[in-house]
Nanobody, 115 residues
């Protein structure tokens, strides 16, 4: 059973930064995609950023130029560096990993952007 453990959420001021971490229980190379989704109150869960199978990255238009996804293969960990945060980034952020026939989620970490 794959486990994804997130950390790094919290409260940030507008214009501030946070870094999220997602540690996988197995090799991240076993996944076709791995990345981050978020869900704000009253909204659907949406893709924020992810690595694809060939190592390329996808970003939501709303975070391009502000957020950066990265990974440490030796630690089986994926990160999300979030800069220039706005209140619209407030949401629960979920780590996601997928392979053929299976989708895995972390427990979620709250990010709140407020002055």
């Amino acid at each position: 059973q794959v486990q994804l453990v997130e950390s790094g959420g919290g409260l940030a001021q507008p214009g501030g930064s946070l870094r999220l971490s997602c540690a996988a229980s197995g090799s991240i190379f076993s996944f076709n995609t791995m990345g981050w989704y978020r869900q704000a109150p009253g909204k659907e869960r949406e893709l924020v950023a992810r690595f694809t199978q060939n190592g390329s990255t996808n970003y939501a238009d709303s975070v391009k130029g502000r957020f950066t996804i990265s990974r440490d293969n030796a630690k089986n960990t994926v990160y999300l560096q979030m800069n220039s945060l706005t209140p619209e980034d407030t949401a629960v952020y979920y780590c996601n990993a997928e392979r053929v026939g299976a989708r895995f989620w972390g427990q979620g970490t709250q990010v709140t952007v407020s002055s």
